[in-house]
C-alpha cells in the first residue's frame, strides 16, 4: 500500500456499484467526493484502498475498500496498511463497522482490531438505525 493523491482512481473504487453500498449509509449522494485532509493508500495493482483519517496525533481512523476480484487480497493489504500508518507514529487504529456489516467484522477481527464499544443507532440502513462496532487495533 502506497500513499496517493490520484483522486480519481480513490473515486473509481469509492464508487464502484459492486462496494458502494457496504461504504455509505442511506442519504449519502452517489458520486462520493474523497474527502480533504486524509492519507489514502493505494494498492500496487490499483484494486485496494485504504482512507486514513487523523484523529488527534495518536490515533486515525481507517476505511478499506477493496474490489471484488481483489478480496483474497484484502487480509495482506490490511496487514500492508497498519504497518505503513504505525510507521508514522500512530498508536491507535480505530474502525466503525455498521452491525450488518458482518463480512467486514470478521475481517477487522482477523487483523487483530478488538470490539472496544457499540455506538448505538448511528447508522441509516435501508431505512432502520443501525448500530456500529468501534473497533481498536494498537501498536503494541
Known amino acids: 500500500m502506497i500513499p496517493t493523491q490520484d483522486y480519481e ?3 473509481r473504487i469509492f464508487n464502484d456499484e459492486r462496494i458502494y453500498g457496504y ?3 442511506d442519504l449519502t449522494p452517489k458520486d462520493i467526493e474523497p474527502p480533504q485532509g486524509c492519507v489514502y493508500l493505494m494498492s500496487e495493482d490499483g484494486d485496494g484502498l485504504v482512507m486514513v483519517v487523523p484523529r488527534n496525533s495518536v490515533e486515525a481512523e481507517v476505511h478499506i475498500a477493496v ?3 481483489a478480496r483474497h487480497k484484502a487480509y495482506y493489504y490490511g496487514k500492508k496498511a497498519a504497518d505503513w500508518i504505525f510507521e508514522q507514529g500512530v498508536h491507535k ?3 466503525m463497522i455498521p452491525q ?3 463480512q467486514v467484522l470478521k475481517y477487522c477481527l482477523k487483523l ?9 443507532m448511528s447508522f441509516l440502513k435501508d431505512g432502520k438505525l443501525q448500530d456500529q462496532f468501534l473497533l481498536g487495533l494498537t501498536k503494541e
Open 9 to 11: 482512481a480513490i473515486k
Open 100 to 102: 450488518t456489516n458482518q
Open 23 to 25: 461504504l455509505v449509509d
Open 112 to 120: 487483530g482490531f478488538q470490539q472496544e464499544g457499540v455506538n448505538r
Open 93 to 95: 487504529i480505530t474502525a
Open 67 to 69: 474490489l471484488p476480484e
